[in-house]
């Protein structure tokens, strides 16, 4: 008993260990602030035009398209703005919205197939 005891007490120090290891991994910690941004619905829907879109979008097309207010989409592009998972390209009076993330387009492609 007292060396199964011994085993178990080992094996969870070690699985500790490994989870702290997978943990502190920078792929997992960009994944999941990739995944913590993008997990808002309205977020979501922004990312999945501007993929399928690759000139971009403004606010309006967005706001049309999603049937959602100008402040509401604004406010979800900042947010993906402020997380660099989008760039905006200002053209005169107009900004252009696009992916800015290769890795993003990436991680849709698998998501949406």
Same mark, same amino acid.
């Given at each position: 008993?007292?060396? /199964? ?9 070690? /699985?500790?260990?490994?989870?702290? @290891? ?5 792929? $997992? %910690? $960009?994944?999941? @602030?990739?995944?913590? $941004?993008?997990?808002? =619905?309205?977020?979501? !829907? ?8 690759? @000139? ?5 097309? &967005? ?5 959602? %207010? &100008? =402040?509401?989409? %604004?406010?979800?592009? !900042? ?26 387009? =990436?991680? &849709?492609?698998?998501?949406? @197939?």
């Amino acid at each position: 008993m007292n060396l /199964l005891y011994n085993l178990t007490i080992r094996n969870k120090v070690n /699985l500790h260990t490994m989870f702290k @290891k997978i943990l502190m991994n920078k792929k $997992v %910690s $960009v994944s999941y @602030k990739i995944l913590r $941004v993008i997990g808002g =619905s309205t977020r979501f !829907k922004i990312i999945v035009l501007l993929r399928r879109n690759k @000139k971009g979008m403004n606010v309006t097309t &967005l706001s049309e398209t999603l049937n959602a %207010s &100008l =402040s509401r989409i %604004s406010h979800q592009l !900042k947010i993906l703005k402020r997380n660099n998972l989008i760039e905006s390209i200002g053209k005169n009076r107009e900004t252009i919205y696009k992916l800015a993330d290769h890795r993003l387009r =990436s991680y &849709l492609n698998i998501i949406l @197939k």
